[in-house]
């Protein structure tokens, strides 16, 4: 990987320019480098739930609930 070569974000998949010689970003900005960290490290706890036990599916209820009232751009409301 050289300077100004394009590379496509992890997280947003938008494409920047390589600005170093030797590690390329995996991440357009901050904020997809924050959200990477986050997603990580909320899967990371999420695996140390067991979700064998009774009130399991409660608790895959609310995280449906959370997840649903995550605000997404919706590339079809774009047109
Ligand atoms: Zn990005």
């Given at each position: 990987?050289?300077?100004g070569?394009?590379?496509k974000?992890?997280?947003c998949?938008?494409?920047f320019p ?5 590690r390329?970003?995996?991440y ?8 990477s960290?986050f ?14 036990e ?11 609930l ?9 590339k079809k409301a774009k047109?």
């Open positions: 990987m050289s300077i070569t394009k590379t974000c992890l997280i998949g938008h494409t390589n600005k170093s010689k030797f390329p970003k995996e357009c900005s901050d904020n997809c480098k924050d959200l960290k997603l990580h490290a909320f899967e990371r706890n999420l695996y140390k739930v067991d979700f064998n009774d009130y399991s599916n409660k608790l895959k209820s609310q995280l449906f959370i997840a649903n009232q995550i605000k997404c751009i919706s047109k």
